[in-house]
């Protein structure tokens, strides 16, 4: 069994759906203390970097624990969780008809052995339509989400092409996690 150190439900139902038994243990984290003026691929890993040292300021004798974190990068720039509805309608009127990649990074500290892994998943996406922009904007779905992006949900039915995983886009890439489980 391993500790899910996050409140994400999406990475939890990764676990769930990889038949991955584990405890979830939520804490809060404040990623604006990490400046986003770095490659995505260094930000996130500097923030889940970060989870993992607060969290064993508390639970100092955990074992098996799992962080990640994503963002979202789209023109050279990180898009983390928007703050309001404003915020997070620009951030998707960023993504319409573009390439966007997510950045998801995760760090699982084994009894014996520390997995430290950066994945990266490009979507493009085809123009986004005024309504279903408003409507998923309305449903608060983006709150939460790096980029306000739902890639099971809103921004699915506008992928053009994929490279990389799936599960990468939701939190982390749960290929890797299994390979060292």
């Not at 979830?24 to 930000?43: L, M, N």
């Not at 074992?63 to 979202?72: G, I």
């Not at 789209?74 to 309608?89: M, Q, V």
């Not at 994929?162 to 299994?178: D, P, R, W």
């Amino acid at each position: 069994m391993i500790i899910l150190a996050s409140s994400s439900p999406t990475r939890a139902k990764i676990l769930t759906e990889n038949g991955i038994n584990f405890e979830q243990i939520s804490f809060e984290f404040d990623e604006s203390k990490i400046s986003k003026d770095r490659a995505p691929h260094i930000y996130v890993q500097m923030v889940v970097k970060a989870k993992k040292e607060q969290f064993f300021k508390t639970y100092l004798h955990a074992k098996n624990v799992l962080f990640a974190d994503s963002c979202v990068a789209c023109e050279g720039k990180i898009l983390g969780k928007a703050a309001d509805e404003n915020e997070a309608s620009d951030m998707l009127w960023l993504q319409s008809g573009k390439v966007c990649s997510v950045f998801s990074a995760m760090i699982f500290t084994g009894e014996n052995f520390e997995l430290l892994n950066v994945s990266e998943t490009a979507y493009e996406f085809d123009k986004f339509s005024r309504d279903d922009v408003q409507s998923y904007l309305e449903s608060g779905e983006w709150r939460g989400k790096a980029g306000a992006m739902t890639i099971e949900n809103f921004n699915k039915k506008y992928i053009i092409s994929q490279q990389g995983e799936t599960s990468t886009a939701m939190g982390f890439n749960v290929k890797i996690l299994k390979a060292f489980l």
